[in-house]
């Protein structure tokens, strides 16, 4: 099954023909590239649906690269890095990465990157129908694929009234709160009617933010729905994750306009996490 486009940016030939390989076997397209200018025009010219960035290349640092991919690009991007510094992750994740992986790594923990960015699908791959046809006033979206098994038998942690996140107009949006809209199915964001341009990543947060209101939800609680995972798995989260979560939430802040001392939409909650402003 074509699954769609990868580009791999990595100057190390061995290293480079692994991720190739196993992003082949998982059925993408690979384009795979050995320094950042080339890797910056590589994901222009193809449009990936996945980036694998390497950190050390040898014109400029695969940090800078994926900044610079960031500005044209929502790829679902990995940086790949020999240092295992939680600084330099950080500094990963403020570039706009998604996902980390330390060399040397194992096929299979790329592999496992590569499910849950599936798991989490972006429009043109879940639902092709729905972004050429918004669904009409009154009409049920398809099951969410991104959510399988998730949230079932999950009781609501708050009543229906008060919460930000009940459907506004339907047919328009899933979520709307002060002006920021939400549609699952196509995936797009906006404020006012004007689409905000949202990673996976930061699309995921927002809408688990928006659907829970004002129920807090823990750095841990947003870690674990980034994996997929429902919330009662209590699996361990370390505190890097965490720190991945709040800098992914800045870099959502920016897209968004929204400021963290006096929040439009999403408010922090000191010591605990984030939730939708009232
Ligand atoms: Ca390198």
């Given at each position: 099954?074509?699954?769609?486009?990868?580009?791999?940016?990595?100057?190390?030939?061995?290293?480079?023909?692994?991720?190739?390989?196993?992003?082949?076997?998982?059925?993408?397209?690979?384009?795979?590239?050995?320094?950042?200018?080339?890797?910056?025009?590589?994901?222009?010219?193809?449009?990936?649906?996945?980036?694998?960035?390497?950190?050390?290349?040898?014109?400029?640092?695969?940090?800078?690269?994926?900044?610079?991919?960031?500005?044209?690009?929502?790829?679902?991007?990995?940086?790949?890095?020999?240092?295992?510094?939680?600084?330099?992750?950080?500094?990963?994740?403020?570039?706009?990465?998604?996902?980390?992986?330390?060399?040397?790594?194992?096929?299979?923990?790329?592999?496992?990157?590569?499910?849950?960015?599936?798991?989490?699908?972006?429009?043109?791959?879940?639902?092709?129908?729905?972004?050429?046809?918004?669904?009409?006033?009154?009409?049920?979206?398809?099951?969410?694929?991104?959510?399988?098994?998730?949230?079932?038998?999950?009781?609501?942690?708050?009543?229906?009234?008060?919460?930000?996140?009940?459907?506004?107009?339907?047919?328009?949006?899933?979520?709307?709160?002060?002006?920021?809209?939400?549609?699952?199915?196509?995936?797009?964001?906006?404020?006012?009617?004007?689409?905000?341009?949202?990673?996976?990543?930061?699309?995921?947060?927002?809408?688990?933010?928006?659907?829970?209101?004002?129920?807090v939800q823990t750095k841990?609680?947003?870690?674990?729905?980034?994996?997929?995972?429902?919330?009662?798995?209590?699996?361990?989260?370390?505190?890097?994750?965490e720190?991945?979560?709040e800098?992914?939430v800045?870099?959502?802040?920016?897209?968004?306009?929204?400021?963290s001392q006096n929040p439009?939409?999403v408010e922090t909650v000191r010591g605990v996490g984030y939730r939708?402003?009232?």
């Amino acid at each position: 099954m074509e699954r769609g486009v990868a580009v791999v940016v990595e100057d190390d030939d061995d290293i480079r023909t692994t991720l190739t390989e196993v992003l082949q076997q998982s059925g993408f397209a690979v384009h795979s590239t050995a320094s950042g200018v080339a890797g910056v025009d590589a994901v222009r010219e193809h449009n990936p649906d996945i980036v694998t960035m390497d950190v050390g290349l040898p014109d400029f640092d695969g940090i800078e690269a994926s900044r610079r991919i960031r500005t044209f690009s929502d790829a679902y991007l990995i940086i790949v890095s020999g240092r295992v510094d939680e600084a330099d992750t950080l500094m990963g994740f403020e570039a706009g990465a998604d996902d980390y992986l330390t060399k040397p790594f194992r096929p299979r923990e790329l592999r496992a990157r590569i499910a849950a960015m599936l798991r989490r699908p972006r429009t043109l791959q879940a639902a092709p129908a729905e972004r050429a046809l918004p669904p009409r006033r009154g009409e049920q979206h398809p099951p969410r694929q991104a959510r399988q098994g998730n949230l079932a038998g999950q009781q609501p942690r708050e009543s229906p009234e008060g919460e930000p996140g009940s459907p506004a107009e339907p047919g328009c949006c899933d979520f709307a709160h002060r002006g920021l809209s939400l549609h699952e199915a196509s995936r797009q964001a906006a404020i006012n009617g004007e689409p905000v341009d949202l990673t996976r990543t930061q699309f995921d947060i927002l809408l688990v933010l928006m659907e829970n209101g004002r129920t807090v939800q823990t750095k841990a609680d947003l870690v674990r729905r980034l994996r997929n995972e429902p919330y009662n798995t209590g699996s361990f989260v370390t505190a890097g994750e965490e720190r991945a979560v709040e800098v992914h939430v800045g870099n959502l802040r920016k897209r968004l306009g929204d400021s963290s001392q006096n929040p439009c939409w999403v408010e922090t909650v000191r010591g605990v996490g984030y939730r939708m402003t009232p």
